[in-house]
């Protein structure tokens, strides 16, 4: 399964999934445990679910659009936010600008988008990452600047370097450390375990990953934004012919060659479930492309415009 993981700049963090399934009860393992509830949807509507083991069961009636957001249970060491990913699910990370990823997980790429960094890569492992830090008084020229030095907690190890304001060193935490920043210079060597360095006015992300072609980084990127961007901007969106699913296409098409027809029919000639139908012919109502009366206590059905 693939997974959409965005860090917010306020320190959230947001786990999302949408696939088409075609089961009659969907199991989906939730890659890290829930704090909450998730959210559920089969076609866009909210549906019920049930957690067992950490898996969703979801009852799609056959085939729909199964979408989940949810946000997981997280803990807190050596002032990082983090949480475990148990699942070797494949994810796009998602990381605002301003906010330090260390993703403990087989990094298989990265780029930067917009002043925002994507990274893809698969579990398991511990996902762990730090919101900015708060502006820093400055203090008078002349009186050195304080460093701090971490250890113990979760990640065992955790020295900070002396730097110009006090900050935590992630070396031996991850495989890869990244920072987001517009003046952030992409390096990939193949030598030594990566260290995110940090100054006033500079960063610097070394990376400890296998070098791919300008290709492959232009279509992760073009994969990793489209699933990161279109699918929160998908709800704002007013619903036209053009974003209709299959399903309703097949429906609609149908009514456009019969001229109408009842509700059953369509269910046994296109050979789709009845609860899937309707659930189309719904949302077909709902963007005025089809009309619905009632005859003989049946649903009769005709395309929009038709005499």
Do not use: C
Request: aromatic residues 6%; without cysteine; positive net charge.
């Amino acid at each position: 399964m693939f997974w959409v993981i965005t860090l917010f700049a306020n320190g959230t963090v947001l786990l999302l999934f949408n696939a088409t399934l075609v089961a009659t009860v969907a199991n989906i393992s939730l890659p890290a445990p829930p704090a909450s509830v998730p959210e559920v949807r089969l076609d866009g509507i909210p549906v019920p679910a049930l957690i067992v083991n950490n898996s969703l069961v979801v009852p799609t009636g056959g085939q729909g659009v199964v979408t989940v957001r949810y946000v997981p249970r997280l803990g807190e060491a050596d002032n990082l936010l983090y949480f475990n990913i148990t699942t070797s699910d494949l994810f796009a990370i998602w990381v605002q600008r301003g906010v330090i990823a260390v993703p403990k997980l087989r990094i298989i790429n990265y780029t930067m988008l917009n002043g925002d960094l994507l990274i893809v890569a698969k579990g398991p492992g511990v996902l762990a990452y730090a919101k900015p830090a708060p502006p820093v008084a400055t203090q008078s020229a002349g009186t050195p600047r304080p460093t701090t030095t971490q250890s113990g907690g979760l990640f065992p190890s955790l020295t900070a370097p002396s730097a110009t304001t006090s900050s935590t060193s992630l070396n031996n935490i991850a495989t890869t450390a990244v920072t987001t920043s517009t003046s952030v210079p992409l390096t990939q060597p193949t030598t030594s375990s990566p260290v995110l360095s940090e100054t006033s006015t500079t960063h610097q992300v070394v990376h400890t990953a296998q070098e791919l072609t300008p290709f492959l980084l232009v279509a992760v990127a073009v994969a990793a934004s489209a699933l990161g961007f279109a699918l929160y901007r998908k709800a704002r969106m007013a619903p036209s012919a053009t974003q209709l699913s299959e399903v309703d296409s097949e429906i609609l098409a149908y009514l456009h060659k019969r001229g109408g027809a009842y509700e059953a029919q369509i269910a046994r000639e296109l050979s789709l479930p009845r609860t899937t139908v309707h659930r189309a012919v719904r949302r077909l109502a709902e963007q005025g492309l089809i009309k619905i009366e009632k005859r003989d206590g049946k649903n009769w059905l005709e395309p929009t415009g038709s005499s």
